[in-house]
């Protein structure tokens, strides 16, 4: 079946520390784009990205940062310089710009901090 | 910029009830509107969208009009069940991009 695999589901991080979150889609999808998610609020977007090798700042991107070296891969790093990062973040995808299609989201992975 | 208000929650609702969650929207041409849902510790499922003015999305007995006169889009359901329990996030995609504008969401909790 299709569709969006995040991992860790939960994951903890240490001060000082940079932490990976894995998102894979084997959709075929164009586009790609990492969320957060804080209670009581809904989803910003960090990061963005409409094609391999290109990604773009969303509202809150300070802090993280990704890459797009595969088409079915977006990893998103939170770095130290991310003062409050706990939170839930999702990732989704979708065919893209003027596709008229809706994004489809992983399930999600929770960091805390240690 | 465009944005998306949401009524604020949680609603408290008996099973078989009537629902409805106000969502209206801010945009510039003529966006898309969707309305996802999120079951605890899970990400987000599309429930339905509609992509013109009076477009009506519908699924598993949810529905919303797409109102340009009322900038609104508010999700209904006429009888509600406890598997309904989640919460549902109205959102608008802008018709020169891809980028989602979320709402706060509101949580709809559903007893027995």
């Known amino acids: 079946d299709g569709g969006i695999t995040q991992s860790p589901k939960y994951l903890f991080r240490k001060e000082g520390q940079n932490v990976t979150l894995s998102c894979e889609q084997n959709?075929?999808?164009?586009?790609m784009y990492w969320y957060r998610q804080d209670p009581g609020q809904g989803l910003r977007l960090i990061y963005y990205?409409?094609?391999?090798?290109?990604?773009q700042k969303g509202d809150i991107a300070e802090g993280y940062s990704v890459s797009r070296e595969k088409k079915e891969s977006f990893p998103l790093t939170v770095t130290s310089a991310q003062k409050n990062p706990t939170a839930f973040y999702l990732c989704?995808?979708?065919?893209?710009?003027?596709?008229?299609?809706?994004?489809?989201f992983g399930d999600g992975t929770r960091l805390s901090i240690l | 910029g465009d944005s998306v208000t949401q009524m604020e929650g949680p609603v408290t609702l008996s099973e078989e009830a009537f629902l409805t969650i106000n969502c209206t929207y801010t945009?510039?041409?003529?966006?898309?509107l969707f309305w996802y849902v999120q079951y605890p510790g899970e990400g987000l499922q599309l429930l339905l969208k509609?992509?013109?003015?009076?477009d009506k999305g519908s699924n598993k007995g949810f529905e919303a009009t797409y109102r340009k006169e009322t900038t609104s889009f508010h999700l209904e359901k006429g009888s509600v069940q406890v598997s309904d329990s989640a919460v549902y996030f109205c959102?608008?995609?802008?018709?020169?991009?891809?980028?989602?504008?979320f709402g706060t969401g509101t949580r709809l909790q559903v007893f027995p």
């Open positions: 945009a510039t041409g003529y966006p898309s």
């Open positions: 959709l075929n999808h164009d586009a």
């Open positions: 989704a995808s979708s065919l893209g710009q003027g596709s008229n299609q809706p994004q489809h």
């Open positions: 990205s409409q094609i391999v090798n290109d990604f």
């Open positions: 509609a992509t013109k003015a009076d």
């Open positions: 959102a608008l995609e802008s018709y020169n991009t891809d980028k989602l504008i």
